[in-house]
């Protein structure tokens, strides 16, 4: 289950808040990164409460939380990605046109929450809808830094839109967006120049936060 993957990642900010003075690691400094379902993975990191997504029983009384977060192109509302919300009918015809498209989209969705859209269509909803980061976000959100290219393939260029818009209107300080025009999901056919800015733009942002 999912569910198990966001606990480990918190697990993982856990770990290194209990062994900080054995390596010498700053607790106000930690920053979190993710790319496609790494971004999604991260975004829940960060935005969800520090408590939830229990994992290591040892590790509970130390807080996953994080003071900001990189997101490259990763999905924030897994309903409005893979369509949750289509009728039986629009479904149907769906099924009977693009099979293949149909069957990857309800295997992702058993991948995602252990269960079939086709049985448990609302219990699918809720799952989906605590897997999405969007449902996390509130005034308290970690600056975070958005890139996405606007030729992505997988994951559409609107959940970032969307992702950007929430973070204004809860007036998230420090947060950016930046799309780069014709990259596709993973920025695969990024020329060197390309990689250089999305480097950069990475760097920045992380130093920004450090120097508060």
């Known amino acids: 289950m999912y569910s198990f993957t966001v606990a480990d990642c918190k697990d993982a900010i856990r770990w290194i808040r209990k062994n900080a003075s054995n390596y010498h690691f700053d607790n106000n400094q930690i920053g979190i990164w993710g790319a496609s379902a790494g971004g999604n993975l991260a975004l829940l990191t960060a935005y969800s409460p520090p408590d939830s997504f229990p994992g ?4 509970l009384a130390y807080s996953s939380s994080v003071n900001f977060v990189i997101d490259n192109f990763g999905p924030v509302d897994l309903n409005q990605l893979l369509r949750t919300d289509v009728s039986a009918f629009k479904g149907n015809i769906f099924k009977l046109f693009y099979k ?9 969705l058993y991948e995602l929450t252990g269960l079939d859209v086709e049985t448990d269509g609302q219990k699918v909803v809720e799952k989906c809808s605590l897997y999405s980061p969007i449902q996390y976000v509130s005034r308290t959100s970690v600056p975070t830094l958005i890139l996405h290219g606007t030729a992505d393939e997988t994951v559409n260029l609107k959940q970032s839109e969307i992702l950007y818009k929430k973070l204004k209107v809860q007036g998230v300080p420090g947060s950016r967006f930046i799309t780069y025009k014709n990259l596709t999901h993973g920025f695969k056919n990024a020329n060197v120049a390309q990689i250089a800015e999305i480097t950069k733009s990475s760097i920045d942002f992380v130093q920004a936060q450090i120097n508060q």
Request: charged residues 70%; glycine residues 0%; aromatic residues 8%.
């Open 56 to 59: 290591d029983k040892t590790l």
């Open 100 to 108: 293949e498209k149909y069957q990857r989209r309800r295997d992702k």
